[in-house]
């Protein structure tokens, strides 16, 4: 085994090899290039022990352990974790794409499938987008009756996992469930994350923002969200920071 072989290995490997040959080292305060060069006076020491005995076959037997030695440590290397497609539980997760568009994609547990597909009266599944109130602390709350302003639905396919949703509204929240749709009756399987659409005013006021640059500033950084009604939601901390700055652009 070589000093440049040895380099391309992690430390975790070189502490392997190390324990393997018996070396004690501190790997604590130690460094990665003075555990290689014990490592390799280790092995050149059990190289020359092995030759000494002049024996063929335990030669041959320490060529055959360097071998498998070599390949057991580059297999711990090459070792690949693979993020599986699917954890094959019932979900759904909505992702903001844009003032207009969100993304959201979803699971549904095999055996909740297979039973309803079993129900005499299944018809399919369904996304039922709607557009909410005000953000609640809870899924329940934020999908409450009262909360609700208004929804629309998808019908979307037992192999489909994600779709991508035209909102339709700017400056509104939006929420998902995904549904069963069971004897003209909608079984709810899962409610999705609450996200809010920014507002698309920008480009239609653009005229009249260029005049403004404390507004625009503001808009920019995300400190404040534009408000129709003109009413002034700015911290007074922030207020004040903005006066004693150049926010010229």
Known sequence: MTRDRLFTYSVLDLYKIADNEGIKYDYLNGNREKLIE???DALEESEKERADTNNDAMRLKSKKYDILQDCELKAQEKQIYSIPERYNDTRIVLLLRGPLWAYTYWDINESKVSELKDEIFFEGFLLRVYE???RKASKKESYS???ILDYYDIPV???DDSW???LGKTGKNFGIQLCALVHGKE???SSSN???SPRGFMAENIDNLSNDSETMTMLLSGLWDYND?????????IISIMENQDLSF
């Open 157 to 159: 396919d037992e192999t």
């Open 132 to 134: 909410l109130g005000e």
């Open 164 to 166: 991508y949703i035209n």
């Open 229 to 237: 009604s003109g009413e002034n939601v700015l911290p007074q901390r």
């Open 145 to 147: 009756k009262e909360n």
């Open 187 to 189: 079984i709810v399987l």
């Open 194 to 196: 609450v996200i809010k």
């Open 38 to 40: 014990k490592i390799l």
